[in-house]
């Protein structure tokens, strides 16, 4: 070991050969042994963390783009490897700062220029997100789509729109068609979006509905993707009607493999039955749960990214409450984290947006009953969980007899708590092909609203297994 | 216990249950790489993240990993490193390097498992410096002694061994220098309810009678009659893999009374819903910020059905059955 200095260079060297080859643990082997004759040489870490990127090792990348620096805090691709790898781990504003220092230093730099423009975008998408409702408008998809040119190539042989409107026919036909694992023709499906945009866009943030004396209304719960159960519910309750009305309560999305299935069934009935159908938002039905729980990823598996801008449009349209003879509430949550609040308040809700932190809207999608009084912090980590009295107290200040709402999973499908004024209802058996559990529905009579329960089990589905779409953040420009 | 399908066939029950090291290996090899619990070594087992995991398996495999390795440690803090470690049906599994870097490793740390899975970790292990450098180094001559289905070295040895056969693995453990005076520290993961109850009692009763100062680690299956449970069940069946050992997993009762009765002194049994509440809580707020889990239910079921059994015989009176969360 008589000169250190050399023989680190010589490992170095070593070892950027194997990177050349692409055999990352080797390289990362020599870096590891140079570091160890110098341990204060920039390069080495930084070549080593460029090695680490490769091998998925976000975190070890990190710290020797972070020593890197600490030694050199000149040495420009020092910088370049830690925003790469603040990127890998979904850190972004971090990423953002660095790139925003190698432009500053190599203005002319045409790559870093376009790196810092990449990751800008990302971190300007994700601050409109998290800002309250502001003026400006966001411009949206449906703008840039050209429908009426978007061709059906001869050889499709599924469901299409008759005249450009869903029909019963087309419903059915599409069921049968999502039934065999088929893919609905874009075309088509851009056409459902745009159209029920439309409709959600007019309805009021809290929708009323009176339900005569000999009518009936079937509550449904969350359903995440599991759209063999979706048809099973329809084939015991009869297909959605004018004389069979629905309401399905959020979290159509998610966790299972057939969201979009599910979701395009949904908003067909939707348009088919506008009066008779009824769907609310959940808190699946947002961009942060569709990039981690699937429906993200298998939108953009089965159609594009664009497409998947459309449903997070459509989504942000979706009622978040219903009334039925203003006696019961729905919604996909519960109530809220602070007493006084009214359904003429929901009314008011600006909802075309992502939820917030917190407020009335956040916990429309996100509070849970607990059984004893009061409120306290959520097992969520959002918004609260309510007792007996605070349901009391709302339904008292809003004239309503109960609120029934869904969001947890039950064994049965369903639970009765607060003394049969706060009811869970859940659709998805078998939750995640492992819980176990019972599906629920419940009937309610017009001349009596009392809830009648029925429960179901879970059948077969094609062998993909729930969450199959849900990957790993996508391939970020590595250096 | 649930009605179950026979074995068709014993290679293909044998060989699904193999198929589960690589199960175990790619969610921790995720869970790593989103930063759950740091593990250097299993990147060269399993070479890319591949596809993305459950938030609640996350957190179940970490708080698998974490309760394992707290029991561990202790017991060879316990026997201040004067001790040997045997991981029945060790897998892919990187405790060997962790154990190396921590400076905590036992006299002997001793691996086995199938013999085609011994031999991918052979040949894992050959090929990657990071691994074969420790145990290397850790080594009194040049060479070390190398088979198809065994490695032998003075601090490390793999063995492919079929853990029926409690006998042929005693021989082969003995002749790799197994010693039973010394305190032992024996660890299964998934192993035992893969066997039939009266084979996993062969096993355990052969630690019992082999070593008088001993600890058994067991973490596996358990609450598995009802309907979460069955649904395991049935999921596995479909895999082919079929939990021929599910009884003595009905509950942490049934975990402990597997030891208690084939010769052990001292069994202490926890659910993972307790153990993950006895962790060290600012990790575990650490942890829980690194993903969003949308529904709590999930991780509770879940953690509620796997459980951690420990076992002692203490002739050597070192405290054993003090060891705990």
């Known amino acids: 070991m008589a000169e250190g200095g050399n023989d680190a260079e010589l490992l170095k060297e070593k070892a950027n050969k194997y990177f050349k080859e692409k055999d990352y643990e080797n390289a990362i082997k020599y870096y590891s042994e140079a570091l160890e004759l110098n341990s204060s040489n920039a390069i080495y870490y930084s070549n080593r963390s460029l090695a680490y990127l490769r091998t998925e090792c976000y975190g070890y990348a990190l710290a020797d783009a972070t020593k890197a620096l600490e030694i050199d805090k000149n040495y420009i691709k020092g910088y370049y490897r830690r925003a790469t790898s603040n990127m890998a781990l979904g850190k972004f504003k971090a990423a953002l700062k660095d790139y925003e220092t190698v432009v500053r230093v190599r203005p002319n730099d045409k790559d870093a220029r376009m790196k810092y423009q990449e990751c800008n975008k990302i971190v300007k998408q994700k601050a409109f997100e998290r800002a309250i409702a502001s003026d400006e408008t966001k411009k949206s998809v449906v703008d840039s789509l050209d429908i009426e040119n978007m061709t059906i190539e001869d050889d499709y042989v599924g469901p299409k729109l008759e005249d450009g409107k869903v029909t019963l026919k087309f419903m059915k036909e599409m069921m049968d068609w999502f039934k065999d694992q088929n893919k609905l023709h874009r075309k088509c499906a851009y056409q459902i979006l745009v159209q029920v945009k439309d409709v959600l866009s007019k309805l009021p943030s809290l929708v009323e509905i009176e339900l005569k004396e000999t009518e009936k209304i079937t509550i449904c719960g969350d359903t995440h993707g599991q759209y063999y159960d979706l048809l099973n519910i329809f084939k015991l309750n009869g297909l959605p009607s004018e004389t069979n009305p629905y309401l399905f309560n959020g979290d159509f999305v998610d966790r299972g493999s057939f969201s979009v299935e599910v979701i395009l069934t949904l908003f067909g009935f939707k348009l088919l039955y506008p009066n008779n159908f009824h769907v609310l938002r959940g808190n699946h039905e947002t961009d942060n749960m569709n990039q981690m729980y699937g429906f993200e990823g298998e939108v953009k598996a089965k159609y594009t990214g664009q497409m998947f801008q459309l449903f997070s449009e459509v989504f942000q349209w979706l009622p978040l409450a219903q009334c039925i003879n203003s006696k019961v509430l729905v919604m996909h949550g519960g109530l809220f984290s602070e007493d006084g609040v009214t359904l003429e308040d929901l009314r008011k809700i600006d909802r075309n947006r992502q939820p917030p932190d917190s407020g009335p809207m956040c916990d429309l999608l996100w509070s849970d009953p607990q059984p004893q009084n009061g409120r306290s912090v959520s097992k969520r980590g959002v918004s609260c969980q309510f007792g007996p009295d605070v349901t009391e107290r709302f339904l008292e200040q809003n004239k309503l007899d109960y609120i029934v709402r869904s969001h947890e999973v039950k064994a049965e499908g369903y639970e009765v708590t607060h003394s049969g004024k706060c009811i869970t209802v859940f659709s998805a058996p078998n939750y995640c092909d492992q819980m176990g559990n019972k599906g629920a529905y419940i009937h309610l009579r017009g001349s009596d609203l009392k809830p009648e329960f029925h429960q179901f089990t879970a059948v077969p589905h094609p062998n993909v297994k729930p969450m199959a779409y849900a990957n790993t953040l996508m391939q970020l420009g590595m250096m | ?325």
């Open chain 2, 1 to 325: 216990m649930a009605a179950r399908q026979p074995f068709t066939d014993t290679d293909t029950a044998d060989e699904a249950v193999r198929a589960t090291c690589d199960d175990a290996t790619t969610c921790k090899r995720f869970a790593t790489s989103k930063g759950y619990w740091k593990d250097p070594y299993i990147q060269y087992f399993a070479r890319s993240v591949g596809e993305r995991k459950a938030p609640e398996i996350n957190r179940g495999y970490y708080a698998r990993v974490q309760g394992v390795n707290h029991l561990l440690d202790a017991f060879i803090k316990k026997a201040e490193c004067d001790c040997q470690v045997i991981n029945l049906g060790a897998g892919l599994d990187t405790t060997f390097w962790r154990l190396k870097d921590e400076n905590l490793m036992p006299r002997k740390f001793f691996e086995v498992d199938f013999p085609t899975v011994v031999a991918r970790k052979i040949h894992n292990i050959k090929t990657k410096p990071p691994l074969s450098k420790p145990i290397i180094e850790t080594h009194s001559t040049d060479s070390l002694l190398l088979d198809a289905h065994s490695l032998d070295s003075d601090r490390y040895c793999i063995i492919g061994a079929d853990l029926r056969d409690v006998s042929n693995l005693d021989e082969k453990l003995k002749k790799f220098q197994l010693n039973p005076e010394l305190p032992t520290l024996l660890l299964s993961e998934c192993v035992l309810v893969y066997m039939t109850p009266s084979q996993s009692s062969n096993l355990v009763h052969w630690a019992a009678e082999t070593f008088h100062t001993a600890m058994f680690i067991n973490y596996e299956q358990v609450n598995m009659s009802d309907r979460f449970g069955q649904v395991m069940i049935e999921n596995l069946q479909r895999r082919q893999c079929t939990l021929a050992g599910v009884e003595a997993c009905q509950s942490l009762d049934s975990q402990k009374e597997r030891f208690l009765k084939t010769g052990w002194e001292n069994a202490d049994a926890l659910d993972m819903m307790t153990v993950y509440s006895m962790l060290p809580q600012d990790d575990v707020a650490r942890i829980e910020r690194l993903e969003f889990l949308d529904e709590r239910e999930l991780l509770q079921q879940l953690l509620q059905h796997y459980s951690i059994c420990w076992a002692s015989k203490d002739k050597h009176n070192l405290g054993l059955s003090q060891l705990a969360f």
